[in-house]
């Protein structure tokens, strides 16, 4: 199998993955929100935005609005042989999968001990545990070599650290007795807000490392085996023709006005061979705009 085969076989491997894995999450979350919302309802008499003081909730309407931005580049990927999430969508991913983690973790770490029925009874266990590996799964299996800086580790932690701000005033400085939020997890039975506060950061931001650390392993992982393929010595003429068999397979799986180049493939083998990058461009559009004109043809 060249390399610009296994390519196209992952790309279509991963895009199936993403696929399920959106379609399952935003069922099961949706039905976790819808859930929640109720039993606010009929259990608190409160209205349906009283179940958002979880973070629960909101970290599964985020790990939702994730997936239901990632689905048409699965939908892509699957047509196109070619899975790729732009910058934004893949951080917008990671800190979904790293709000919903949190929140697992969390469960079977204090709730469970406490309350398993809170933490695993009725719809809980969707939200606490289905959902949460799904979308790990999802951003393990799919994610499109974007690897994770300190930076975005840090963004990766803002729902949680902007909800643990409004906790904190809604239950410590505001109080339930003055129209605040109740201390839902108990927090100030156990511990003061200057040590609890810290901890809950410095857990959401270990989840966020943990995370970001374990899909860029994984990143690298795929793409050392992906140039493996590659990893024989060829002579400049048949690195050119790796280079055209590239761009006969990006113009079959793409519409002339929307062409995705392989960058990162095309450099990697003008690198790997001692070659310029602008050396390789020239047989890969080649291949491209042949495949192109023998579609249009086909399809006379």
């Not at 469970?112 to 009874?121: L, N, V």
């Not at 939200?127 to 974007?146: A, K, R």
């Not at 906790?167 to 511990?191: F, S």
């Not at 970001?212 to 990143?219: E, G, V």
Request: net charge positive; charged share 20%; proline share 4%.
């Amino acid at each position: 199998m060249h390399g610009r085969e296994y390519l196209t076989v992952l790309s279509k491997k991963r895009s199936v993955t993403a696929l399920l894995c959106c379609i399952l999450t935003l069922s099961l979350a949706f039905y976790g929100v819808i859930s929640g919302v109720n039993r606010s309802i009929k259990n608190f008499n409160e209205n349906g935005f009283f179940s958002f003081i979880y973070f629960t909730m909101i970290s599964n309407t985020l790990a939702a609005l994730a997936m239901a931005f990632v689905f048409p580049f699965t939908v892509e990927g699957i047509r196109k042989k070619r899975f790729i999430l732009p910058k934004w969508a893949a951080l917008l991913h990671y800190t979904a999968a790293t709000s919903i983690a949190y929140v697992m973790i969390f469960v079977f770490m204090f709730i469970s001990w406490a309350s398993p029925e809170d933490a695993f009874g009725g719809s809980n266990i969707v939200t606490h545990v289905f959902c949460p590996v799904l979308i790990l799964v999802s951003f393990f299996q799919t994610e499109s070599g974007h690897l994770f800086t300190w930076k975005d580790r840090l963004l990766g932690i803002i729902p949680l650290s902007v909800y643990i701000v409004v906790y904190y005033i809604e239950v410590a400085l505001i109080g339930e007795e003055n129209g605040g939020w109740p201390d839902i997890y108990r927090v100030q039975t156990y511990l003061s807000p200057a040590v609890a506060i810290p901890m809950a950061i410095l857990l959401g931001f270990g989840v966020s490392t943990a995370v970001a650390l374990l899909s860029n392993y994984l990143t690298k992982k795929r793409k050392k085996k992906m140039y493996m393929f590659w990893s024989r010595d060829l002579d400049p003429v048949e690195v050119r023709i790796e280079a055209f068999g590239i761009g006969r397979m990006a113009g079959s799986c793409s519409e002339k006005n929307n062409v995705q180049i392989p960058y990162d493939i095309i450099s990697f083998l003008a690198e790997r061979y001692g070659l310029q990058t602008e050396e390789l461009m020239k047989p890969f559009l080649k291949g491209l705009v042949t495949e192109l004109n023998d579609r249009k043809d086909r399809f006379k």
